[in-house]
């Protein structure tokens, strides 16, 4: 078979077990919602264990928990039986991934969890398993077949479990009220969490770094200005400094080519700036204002307060300096 139909094959395999597993959600579910809400509430964490391929999948669905504000850690069941058990507290629920159910280091771990008084949450494939039966909530996750040829190697179950774990972490979010801020509190090194902390007072120039002109100010020294202040636009205000309008470096070449003389550079900047140009306030995001940026095709916009006094500007340029982009 060529190599491309069989990836396509693979995806249709997995895809399918996604919409099997979706379709198959029923009320336990919302009963494992309120076992983990519960268990959020009272400061406890929700302690996600696999073995096999299922280890690596529950490290994923911890990291995805933990960086949308429900506090997880992940539980070796093999270093569980040699001390790690430690890590389950009393408030805690124990989210246990085991297709089959059965293996052997699942089974082991369960009745030293069950004398702890941990909850168990069992996300398996296995309704009648041994697993099943000591947990207090059952997610099915049951696939027809795995994407491997022989049927053998977890490869949809893998990928409807982690699916599965979207799914909590998604849910979770929703019920607990946790917002964009939140998210970037938690990623304060990434690019994500600047984006979201960083607002535009953070990131805009000020003072002789942005060209501001009043309306009578000519073209040619408009353009003077925009040389000093090392910007592509000015910023055009009236006589109490509020935002009339806007001129750049572009409007300039477009102005003197249709032109086909300098005649314009000694025009008021008045006459050809942009009127209303789409503008910021101080407290918008980063996200937001990359967003505008994409969106509007622009490449500078300006900052002003509710009253519409200019308060700075901010170039494109700088959003890389800053890690925005």
Do not use: W
Request: aromatic share 4%.
């Amino acid at each position: 078979m060529n190599s491309i139909d069989l990836a396509k094959k693979v995806f249709d395999v997995e895809i399918e077990a996604m919409r099997k597993v979706r379709d198959e959600l029923d009320d336990s579910f919302n009963q494992a919602m309120k076992i983990f809400l519960k268990t959020l509430e009272d400061g406890g964490k929700i302690v996600v264990t696999g073995v096999g391929k299922n280890l690596p999948i529950a490290e994923k669905i911890s990291a995805t928990l933990a960086s949308t504000g429900s506090t997880s850690v992940v539980l070796n069941p093999v270093q569980a039986m040699h001390g790690d058990l430690g890590i389950l507290a009393p408030h805690d629920v124990l989210l246990v991934l085991s297709y089959s159910g059965e293996s052997d280091e699942i089974k082991t771990l369960l009745p030293a969890v069950r004398r702890l008084g941990v909850p168990i949450i069992a996300l398996t494939g296995n309704r009648e398993s041994e697993l099943a039966s000591l947990s207090e909530v059952i997610l099915i996750a049951t696939v027809d077949r795995e994407a491997c040829p022989f049927n053998m190697a977890p490869t949809a179950s893998t990928t409807a479990t982690l699916a599965f774990g979207d799914a909590i972490a998604m849910a979770l979010i929703d019920a607990r009220g946790f917002k964009k801020e939140d998210y970037a509190k938690l990623h304060p090194a990434g690019a994500i969490g600047r984006a979201l902390l960083l607002k535009a007072r953070n990131i805009m120039r000020t003072g002789d770094n942005i060209a501001r002109v009043t309306g009578d100010t000519l073209v040619k020294n408009v353009v003077t200005a925009m040389t000093k202040a090392h910007g592509g636009i000015a910023f055009v205000v009236d006589p109490d400094g509020k935002l009339i309008g806007i001129y750049t470096d572009g409007d300039f070449r477009r102005g003197i080519s249709d032109d086909g003389d300098l005649s314009l550079l000694n025009r008021p900047i008045s006459t050809v700036m942009v009127r209303k140009p789409i503008s910021v306030g101080p407290d918008d995001l980063a996200v937001d204002i990359l967003r505008v940026f994409e969106q509007r095709k622009i490449d500078d916009l300006p900052v002003v307060d509710e009253t519409g006094m200019l308060l700075g500007g901010i170039d494109i340029q700088d959003l890389p300096k800053m890690k925005v982009m």
